[in-house]
């Protein structure tokens, strides 16, 4: 095949962890005889300083022509006191919009090697095995009205949680086919007893369900749901709810693998003619701009976000599972990164890429 991939390394470590990813991709070209071309565009922070803005009209052009676009975190501390137009964040926000991918999906995965990287009991993370689907282009970050106004006392802001029946709908489904390759069950998060929005998501959630005869369907308010993550994270196969829950749901989940830097996820939209979904990875952690540029950043999550583009946006289920088969290889070797607690001296970023790329071949 013919794998055309966008690379937006964004800021802090974002470039460093998606070097890796991208090394590793080539591996996977070469092994499995793929032609990868690869384009690289401006995204967050780093697009801000060089073209004004966190999202350069050239880059939603080449994102809009490559078959997947594969991302670093964006953000930097200096930002943070910037006009939300002016943020690196406002970048991600848009380009999701203009793929018009609309399920974020998060595996949480606890590896037999980290276990004790967990700051949970071994017991209760042991074998915790999930996919976080989170809706993506509604809720509270993209309604309307918002902003802030009013002066003195009288300042307030806004923002606005709003869903239509059939954004509900889109979502639901796709976590509902997802379930039946895995363990046959998804449990829905709302906060339906105070919440109108909610209230239409459960209901919507329901209509859908009796298409899906053979998943189990159960419901959780989104504050037991945070509580079950910590105390039985093996109930849950596919975990499904809104932008802004799925947001602090997912990165709660991070904890139960050991380490944010282990955590992929795939923004996914509609299929495109060829049959392969309109995908944006990225690593689920932040840029860490405090360890940037010091080859210390776990580059796992960036390159099992690579599996997911494998998988997802080109049918490659082969590839990923020998991507996936390759860290888990690296992570029994103890041969990791700092954040993963090795016995001995910890690897570099690089190190860890070139481990993996060894272990693909």
Excluded at 26 to 48: C, M, P, S, W, Y
Excluded at 199 to 205: C, E, F, K, S
Excluded at 278 to 294: K, N
């Amino acid at each position: 095949m013919n794998l055309k991939v966008l690379i937006l390394p964004g800021d802090g470590i974002g470039a460093e962890v998606t070097r890796e990813a991208v090394r590793v991709l080539q591996t996977v070209a070469r092994k499995f005889n793929h032609d990868l071309t690869l384009t690289e565009g401006l995204l967050g922070g780093v697009a801000i300083h060089k073209t004004g803005t966190p999202l350069p009209e050239e880059t939603s052009k080449l994102a809009l022509e490559a078959d997947a676009t594969l991302m670093g975190a964006v953000g930097l501390p200096e930002f943070d006191n910037a006009p939300p137009a002016q943020r690196p964040e406002r970048g991600l926000l848009g380009i999701r919009k203009i793929l018009g991918v609309f399920a974020n999906l998060r595996p949480v995965r606890t590896y037999a090697a980290l276990i004790d990287s967990s700051p949970l009991k071994n017991a209760l993370v042991e074998g915790t095995d999930m996919i976080i689907v989170r809706e993506l282009t509604g809720g509270i970050y993209y309604g309307t009205p918002r902003g802030i106004s009013g002066e003195g006392d009288e300042e307030r802001a806004v923002n606005t949680m709003a869903y239509t029946r059939a954004e509900i709908v889109r979502v639901t489904r796709m976590a509902f086919n997802l379930a039946r390759a895995r363990r046959r069950k998804v449990t829905s998060v709302d906060k339906s007893n105070v919440l109108e929005n909610s209230q239409l998501w459960r209901r919507v959630v329901c209509e859908v369900a009796p298409e899906f005869p053979d998943v189990q369907l159960d419901h959780l308010l989104v504050d037991n749901a945070a509580m079950q993550l910590v105390l039985n994270p093996r109930r849950f196969d596919v975990l499904l709810t809104e932008n802004m829950f799925g947001d602090i749901l997912s990165d709660e989940g991070a904890v139960l693998a050991g380490s944010i830097g282990m955590l992929p996820s795939a923004s996914i939209g509609d299929r495109k003619p060829s049959g392969a979904w309109v995908g944006l990875y990225e690593p689920v952690h932040g840029s860490a701009p405090d360890i940037a540029g010091q080859n210390k950043a776990n580059p796992l999550g960036a390159i099992g976000s690579a599996a997911a583009l494998l998988e997802y946006s080109f049918g490659l289920k082969r590839e990923a599972d020998a991507v996936s088969a390759a860290m888990e290889k690296v992570l029994n070797s103890g041969n990791v990164t700092a954040d993963l607690r090795p016995k001995g001296t910890p690897a570099t970023t690089e190190q860890v890429g070139q481990a993996v790329c060894a272990a693909i071949e």
